[in-house]
């Protein structure tokens, strides 16, 4: 069955950085997009990145554009975050979520902290 995992988020100090990695197997990781979502403590979760399968379109909302970067190795079935100038409001959990036009598969999520 499908499956994705998360891992990298840590505690980091305000201005750090960090990359966050998603791992899938069972499913034709190449043919799906991925997603980063950001989800706040007592908020919903929010899109943070995206990345065709290919890897060749991607998409970020303006709250982290320029800070944010997304990538793909559909050899090794792994997208990465990588995540500058972290702010303290980038505190949450971060999940990888995989899509095609007629599924979509959500990862167990990554704890980040953004603090002193």
């Known amino acids: 069955q499908a499956h994705l995992v998360e891992s990298g988020g840590t505690l980091v100090q305000p201005g750090g950085s960090l990359r966050l990695s998603c791992v899938g197997s069972?499913?034709?990781?190449?043919?799906?997009?991925i997603d980063w979502y950001h989800q706040a403590p007592g908020k919903e979760r929010e899109k943070v990145a995206s990345?065709?399968?290919?890897?060749?379109?991607?998409y970020y909302p303006d709250s982290v554009k320029g800070r944010f970067t997304i990538s793909r190795d559909n050899a090794i079935n792994t997208v990465w975050l990588q995540m500058n100038n972290l702010k303290p409001e980038d505190t949450g959990v971060y999940f990888c979520?995989?899509?095609?036009?007629?599924?979509?598969?959500w990862g167990q999520g990554t704890q980040v902290t953004v603090s002193p």
């Open positions: 979520k995989a899509l095609n036009s007629r599924e979509s598969y």
């Open positions: 069972g499913f034709m990781f190449n043919m799906y997009a």
């Open positions: 990345i065709s399968g290919p890897g060749k379109t991607t």
